[in-house]
């Protein structure tokens, strides 16, 4: 998200380590600011679109879940609804400090010498941040369960549980975002000074904090990668098994699509970021306590991370817009509805049978 005009984080607070300013090097002054890395243009551009993207995907989502009688199609929207309002937030936050700021070109330490705005940035960042990633692993991990055991009624769940799962998700990564608040590591001013974000310098609480936050999104990721492969292997079952029921449903095809398509645009955009964090934070332990200011070239490779996971809230809506069965229908006449999930169960009760496919 980060870009803007570079200043001076002077005054006392600049020059001490414990305060949310001096972990990146600004002697270059505004000379800087012109470059195309630190271009203001980029987090208006972002900004606007992303926006504009959520909103119609939200708008689509509303739309659709009003003619759905499907519980499970229902609570997976609840879930996708939940992750475009999460993007949707994440970009109108960031972008109600970042971009004012490139207008006003104020200098921050003066204005926010207390670091209150910069926390709340930083905890802006790392919230909005870590919640689609915990979002996706909860959404592959409800379709997994709701495919590969159809008829639990575990797997049943109402959009009232669903909405509870989300705000639990949310309620976590609250959490999470609170631990430089509570002590542990601290947000920092990064370059080139418009945006806060967890600091990559080695010492203890900073790299335990880094860690965290990068294994855990590593770990979201990885869990929707083993439960979509086991989804899409499953409903791969169904389409090639020539004893199935031919039911004409096709729901469980669109939704694993629309999940690969979020884990595909997720581990694309954040890992990149997650494993540089890892790697930055590690390669510093030695000279931990000696090192008080992120390299130049760290300060700008994280900015440049930090873009490419701006992309991930762009990219998100468009994946619930265009992969629908309404639209894919349109490009591609030719194709069919497919037989449900039912299908891998063809020993049961006949009355159960029907009952399962009337609901």
């Given at each position: 998200w980060g870009g803007g005009g570079m200043e001076h984080p002077n005054g006392s607070a600049a020059?001490?380590?414990?305060t949310c300013f001096g972990a990146f090097n600004a002697s270059g002054g505004r000379s800087h600011a012109q470059t195309s890395i630190t271009s203001p243009w980029f987090?208006?551009?972002?900004?606007?679109?992303?926006l504009c993207s959520n909103l119609f995907a939200l708008c689509v989502l509303l739309s659709s879940s009003r003619k759905l009688s499907s519980r499970a199609r229902s609570s997976f929207l609840v879930f996708l609804c939940g992750l475009v309002v999460t993007d949707f937030m994440g970009l109108l936050v960031t972008a109600s400090v970042i971009i004012p700021y490139h207008f006003i070109r104020f200098p921050w330490a003066e204005v926010d010498p207390g670091c209150h705005l910069c926390n709340f940035l930083g905890f802006s960042m790392v919230f909005f941040g870590q919640c689609p990633l915990l979002l996706g692993a909860t959404m592959a991990g409800e379709r997994f369960f709701g495919i590969n055991h159809p008829?639990?009624?575990?797997?049943?769940?109402?959009?009232?549980?669903?909405?509870?799962?989300?705000?639990?998700?949310?309620g976590f990564s609250c959490l999470l975002g609170l631990l430089p608040v509570l002590g542990l590591g601290r947000y920092t001013?990064?370059?080139?000074g418009s945006w806060c974000f967890l600091t990559l310098l080695p010492d203890t609480g900073n790299v335990i904090f880094c860690l965290l936050f990068a294994l855990l999104g590593i770990?979201?990721?990885?869990?929707?990668?083993?439960?979509?492969?086991?989804?899409?292997?499953?409903?791969?079952?169904?389409?090639?098994?020539?004893?199935?029921?031919?039911?004409?449903?096709?729901?469980?095809?669109e939704m694993m699509v629309q999940l690969v398509g979020i884990m595909i645009i997720a581990t694309s955009c954040w890992m990149p970021l997650l494993i540089f964090i890892i790697q930055t934070v590690l390669q510093q332990l030695p000279a931990s306590g000696r090192i008080q200011m992120l390299p130049?070239?760290?300060q700008k490779m994280l900015l440049i991370y930090i873009r490419m996971v701006t992309w991930n809230q762009i990219l998100d809506p468009w994946v619930y817009i265009l992969f629908r069965r309404a639209v894919l229908q349109r490009i591609y006449p030719s194709l069919r509805p497919r037989p449900s999930v039912i299908s891998l169960y063809p020993v049961l009760n006949p009355s159960l049978r029907r009952k399962l496919t009337s609901d």
């Open positions: 020059g001490r380590p414990d987090s208006t551009a972002f900004g606007l679109i992303g008829f639990s009624r575990s797997t049943n769940i109402s959009k009232r549980r669903a909405w509870s799962i989300v705000g639990m998700v949310w001013l990064q370059y080139p770990f979201s990721v990885l869990l929707s990668f083993i439960f979509n492969t086991v989804s899409v292997v499953t409903l791969c079952r169904v389409y090639h098994d020539r004893e199935s029921v031919q039911r004409r449903r096709d729901s469980e095809v130049t070239e760290t």
